[in-house]
T-cell receptor, first 116, second 117 residues
């Protein structure tokens, strides 16, 4: 059983640069979520997809952030004109929604972004 | 407002002892779920156990059990026979159902557990 895969694991970038992260969910999972986690805190919801449709975006997701899931499989999260405040762990999670609405989120290893 | 409180920022426990990690919650929703996740230093958030608000029995998964006391609004995680590999951050989270089979997770601040050999 392949888990949620995220790439890269670490990204160091200079302020003002654009970065893109990739997430490959568990194959039979139809919902995909992006979270952001800063040190010492729990994850904060950013956005989620049902197949290829982006159904909800948090107000944390400023105009510099964009997420896509073009074919309903993998997803990308892009941050344009990065700021030092964007430094965080970006976590992707997926779940299969069907008969059991309580199915847990399964998370990847995360991408740790450092903006210098 | 929905809120999760984990009052233990850090804990040291001797290997092989049982551990109880505290979690209290606040909600006015009639239906909700409670989750525990483990986050090792590698960063991955690992699902451990789930308890639904209407479940009569406390959830158990191997060495993990959830001590659910609905009247007290507490959902403590119990780890039996702790192992060195249990050292990690532990997060309690509560689901709030929104629509379309979706829920939002409200997270606690976490408890850092260190198991001593």
């Amino acid at each position: 059983d392949t888990g949620v895969s995220q790439d890269p694991r670490h990204k160091i970038t200079k302020r003002g640069q654009n970065v893109t992260f990739r997430c490959d969910p568990i194959s039979e999972h139809n919902r995909l979520y992006w979270y952001r986690q800063t040190l010492g805190q729990g994850p904060e919801f950013l956005t989620y997809f049902q197949n290829e449709a982006q159904l909800e975006k948090s107000r944390l997701l400023s105009d510099r952030f964009s997420a896509e899931r073009p074919k309903g499989s993998f997803s990308t999260l892009e941050i344009q004109r990065t700021e030092q405040g964007d430094s965080a762990m970006y976590l992707c999670a997926s779940r299969r929604v069907g008969q059991n609405d309580n199915s847990p989120l399964h998370f990847g290893n995360g991408t740790r972004l450092t903006v210098t | 407002a929905q809120k999760i409180t984990q009052t233990q920022p850090g804990m040291f426990v001797q290997e092989k002892e049982a551990v109880t990690l505290d979690c209290t919650y606040d909600t006015s929703d009639p239906s909700y779920g409670l989750f525990w996740y483990k986050q090792p230093s590698s960063g991955e958030m690992i699902f451990l156990i789930y308890q639904g608000s209407y479940d009569q029995q406390n959830a158990t998964e191997g060495r993990y059990s959830l001590n659910f006391q609905k009247a007290r609004k507490s959902a403590n995680l119990v780890i039996s026979a702790s192992q060195l590999g249990d050292s990690a951050m532990y997060f309690c989270a509560m689901s709030r159902y929104v629509m379309d089979s979706n829920y939002q997770l409200i997270w606690g601040a976490g408890t850092k557990l260190i198991i001593k050999p």
